[in-house]
């Protein structure tokens, strides 16, 4: 297992090594109705929008290997973005996940455990009394994470393929 990472917060030199987690982030996604370029797309764009120009509030973290066993001093190894969003139900502000992800190396290494408590951490420092994400339905792994984490599922979107 690897030592727990450093969780820091993201800076200009990591720009590269986040962005090259869209297709990390597409691989997940078992969608039959799309193709994976309509996937890709998706994600790349998703990510520029969020990124690129963060809410007010923003916060992005980066998971670095300290040197130990797992992962090169400095080695960028995941990332987390939250931000501010209205609660759907109570219309308080609270806080929203819309992008993690861990390299292929550091998948079950505890990475985005470390990741996950630190924007937790974050988001009660901010006052926020829930944080919520969204997560691909056919992402089996990532459910069952986010599960273990303590967190609930409140809708599922469904498509149909009509052409």
């Known amino acids: 297992m690897m030592s727990v990472p450093l969780v820091r917060p993201a800076r200009p030199a990591d720009h590269l090594f986040i ?7 597409a691989g997940v996604a078992d969608l039959p109705w799309r193709s994976a370029g309509e996937v890709m797309r998706f994600q790349q764009a998703f990510m520029h929008e969020v990124l690129d120009a963060p809410k ?3 916060v992005t973290l980066v998971a670095e290997g300290t040197g130990e066993v797992g992962g090169a001093r400095g ?8 931000e501010p969003m209205a609660d759907l139900f109570t219309g308080k502000v609270a806080a929203y996940i819309p992008l993690l992800a861990v390299t292929p190396a550091a998948e079950g290494q505890g990475v985005a455990q470390a990741l996950m408590a630190a924007v937790e951490g974050w988001a009660r420092a901010q006052g ?4 919520s994400l969204d997560v691909f339905a056919s992402n089996r792994r990532g459910r069952a994470f986010y599960a273990r984490m303590g967190y609930g599922e409140e809708s599922l979107r469904l498509v149909k393929d009509i052409r």
């Open 19 to 25: 962005h090259a987690q869209a297709g990390r982030l």
């Open 56 to 58: 007010p509030g923003a």
């Open 75 to 82: 080695e960028c190894l995941g990332f987390v973005h939250a």
């Open 128 to 131: 926020y009394e829930s944080l």
